[in-house]
């Protein structure tokens, strides 16, 4: 299952989980820059297990690069599918816990998460020479804290059968959750088999669901409430999912959600209204100045649709 995007659209701009992306792409330019020397990078960025608890191992490292690399090996990738996946997960599911927390917060949150991950796969893989790098695991703690905020949420997934894409909407609570068990299951049969770290994920995504809990509990400070209030999205989604629409007749009523600045404005969007079996696609001119509550018709769509006539009425929902 290959996630799309979510449903639930951030207000604010996620600056921590950009950035964060573009620090985990950076490092990775970086590391492909020590490609003569690159298992030596690995081996002193990288979590290795033995180096905290075989004394004979641990000696050839200084007190500070073992600190380092409890933090540096969660930026560390094993290849380009590698971080695209890790990187790809974090861009859909980052936003909206930024978004929930606040950038600072967020930004504490993903690194303990991470550490935590780590901290989980040195635990059953106590004496391991094999270094453990990736996001993977603060990735599963920002999954976990979805899963939990956000269960009822949508996320279009893309199901490869065979040579076919298909494409299906999945409650958020479902699609994580299929995801913890198959990581899951994975760590408690390949313990010293595989070379994926799969108690990290899972140590990660527990740490996510506990530690988003405790977290929200803190004082959000005043510079974190002024970069929220810089960061409001101004724009929604160009493409928008008429869901949940009345059929009376041959008529259809739904509801858009633009900005504040959108209707102040005006924009155009396209926008997806199910229609029989199918689902079409429509272009939608708001005009400036219009309000919230205030309906947008659009004449004859069921003949576009190959349907008998009928319109649609869009109710507008400015937040």
């Known amino acids: 299952m290959i996630p799309i995007r979510d449903t639930i659209r951030s207000k604010n701009y996620p600056v921590i989980n950009m950035t964060l992306i573009l620090v985990n792409v950076i490092v990775y330019f970086i590391q492909l820059g020590h490609f003569q020397n690159l298992e030596a990078f690995i081996f002193t960025y990288g979590l290795v297990p033995a180096r905290y608890t075989v004394p004979e191992v641990a000696a050839h490292f200084s007190f500070g690069q073992q600190i380092l690399a409890c933090i540096s090996f969660m930026f560390l990738h094993g290849g380009f599918w590698h971080i695209l996946g890790n990187m790809w997960f974090l861009y859909i599911f980052g936003d909206n816990v930024e978004d929930k927390i606040g950038p600072f917060r967020y930004l504490f949150f993903y690194l303990i998460c991470g550490w935590i991950s780590g901290l989980t796969h040195v635990l059953f893989n106590f004496h391991s020479s094999i270094p453990t ?28 059968i065979v040579f076919i894409p ?80 009345d059929k009376k007749n041959n008529d259809f009523y739904g509801v858009l959600t633009i900005t504040p600045r959108e209707a102040e404005t005006g924009t155009r969007k396209t926008v997806s209204i199910p229609l029989g079996f199918s689902k079409t696609l429509f272009s939608v001119n708001i005009p400036p100045g219009i309000q919230s509550g205030q309906t947008i018709r659009l004449a004859g769509i069921g003949n576009r649709a190959g349907m008998a006539g009928g319109d649609a009425f869009l109710k507008i929902v400015v937040e």
């Open 133 to 160: 790098i990736g996001a993977s695991g603060a990735v599963a703690g920002v999954m976990g804290a979805y899963f939990i905020t956000y269960p009822y949420s949508k996320i279009l997934t893309l199901i490869p």
């Open 166 to 245: 298909f494409f299906v909407e999945i409650p958020a609570a479902v699609f994580l959750g299929i995801w913890f068990i198959i990581q899951f299951f994975s760590s408690i049969s390949n313990v010293q088999a595989s070379t994926i770290a799969w108690w990290a994920h899972v140590g990660g995504f527990v740490a996510g669901i506990v530690l988003f809990r405790i977290i929200g509990m803190l004082p959000d400070y005043g510079f974190a409430t002024q970069v929220r209030t810089r960061t409001v999205r101004e724009r929604s989604p160009k493409l928008h999912m008429i869901k949940n629409g």
